[in-house]
């Protein structure tokens, strides 16, 4: 793509400030240097914030008055600030990547115990749950999909869905979760896994 001009992008909406662990991007494990990234959701808490960052001359070569919605709110500047702040300070990078490797360990023991998860995905504190009908067709498992996420509700845990087929199980749990959190996560996965007609 390069040797054509192209230019590479990393999309770091979900994966950047932190989630993936030890590092700041996700890009940034895989050794490469986009020529832009764009940003949101954890760089402000929570607060409406996205940056675009992109070298010089890309950037000089902008024609038009903005390139974000939300561009130079002083509030969510300040959020962005304080969020980027006690990241650093509470060694958040750290804990995504020992926290979410814990994690890790204790998702693949529940692939272990439950046939109907295929594939454990991810890194750091953004993990997958693959569910299928099949281990060996890999014939995704949508309708289980639902009924677990509502039999986690109910439980007292919030989790979502994504995937082509929507058969994924997405955890993204907070940067600042400890194993204690962990254990009561993976509790009520293994209870409401136990709990699905399928």
């Not at 832009?36 to 954890?42: I, L, S, V």
């Not at 959020?79 to 020992?98: D, G, K, M, Q």
Request: hydrophobic content about 40%; some cysteine; proline content about 4%.
């Amino acid at each position: 793509m390069k040797k054509y001009g192209g230019l590479f992008i990393s999309d770091e909406v979900q994966t950047g400030f932190g989630r993936t662990g030890k590092k700041w991007f996700g890009i940034e494990h895989w050794e490469v240097t986009p020529d832009m990234m764009t940003c949101a959701k954890g760089m402000a808490n929570g607060s409406p914030a996205g940056a675009t960052i992109t070298t010089a001359e890309i950037a000089d070569s902008f024609q038009g008055l903005t390139i974000s919605t939300f561009g130079g709110n002083p509030v969510t500047s300040v959020a962005a600030r304080a969020t980027i702040e006690v990241i650093e300070e509470e060694n958040l990078l750290e804990n995504a990547h020992l926290v979410g490797a814990y994690f890790r360990g204790k998702l693949e023991a529940l692939q272990q115990k439950h046939l109907l998860i295929g594939d454990v995905r991810g890194m750091g504190l953004m993990q997958g749950l693959e569910l299928v009908k099949d281990r060996q067709t890999k014939e995704p498992a949508p309708e289980a999909t639902v009924q677990l996420m509502e039999r986690a509700r109910v439980n007292g845990l919030l989790i979502g869905k994504g995937g082509l087929y929507g058969n994924v199980i997405r955890l993204s749990p907070p940067l600042n979760i400890s194993k204690a959190d962990v254990d009561e996560a993976i509790r009520v996965l293994d209870k409401s896994l136990a709990e699905l007609r399928v």
